[in-house]
């Protein structure tokens, strides 16, 4: 069973920083391709970061430069690092993890939502201009 919990939300104001956690359980081969993704108000779920087994990431245009994904194996920890952050960044950030046999890298990972096997419950972010 693979479970995904999020923590490290919360509100701050604009260009200002927060760390996501996204602790994660279950057999290691679910979690190959390790995932951001957030939805806005009104908008689609958007894949924001994803990176794989072997380290390899893809960003969204409009946090690149802002936010860095990383994952902690030892600890079966997914992390994001956000920084200036601005008020469009607003939303209900999720955990997601999908096994290799899903995508065929990254990029193809973040195509859709529907690519991802499991999620996290979310967790939202606020950003105040």
């Known amino acids: 069973q693979v479970e995904l919990v999020e923590s490290g939300g919360g509100s701050v104001q604009a260009g200002g920083s927060l760390r996501l956690s996204c602790a994660a359980s279950?057999?290691?081969?679910?979690?190959?391709?390790m995932a951001w993704f957030r939805q806005a108000p009104g908008k689609e779920r958007e894949a924001v970061a994803i990176?794989?087994?072997?380290?390899?990431?893809y960003y969204v245009d409009s946090v690149k430069g802002r936010f860095t994904i990383s994952r902690d194996n030892a600890k079966n920890t997914l992390y994001l690092q956000m920084i200036s952050l601005k008020s469009e960044d607003t939303a209900m950030y999720y955990c997601?993890?999908?096994?290799?046999?899903?995508?065929?890298?990254?990029?193809?990972?973040?195509?859709?939502?529907?690519?991802?096997?499991?999620w996290g419950e979310g967790i939202l972010v606020t950003i105040s201009s």
């Open positions: 997601a993890v999908a096994s290799a046999r899903v995508c065929y890298n990254v990029s193809s990972c973040a195509a859709s939502r529907d690519n991802m096997d499991y």
């Open positions: 279950g057999p290691t081969y679910s979690r190959h391709f």
């Open positions: 990176v794989d087994a072997n380290g390899s990431t």
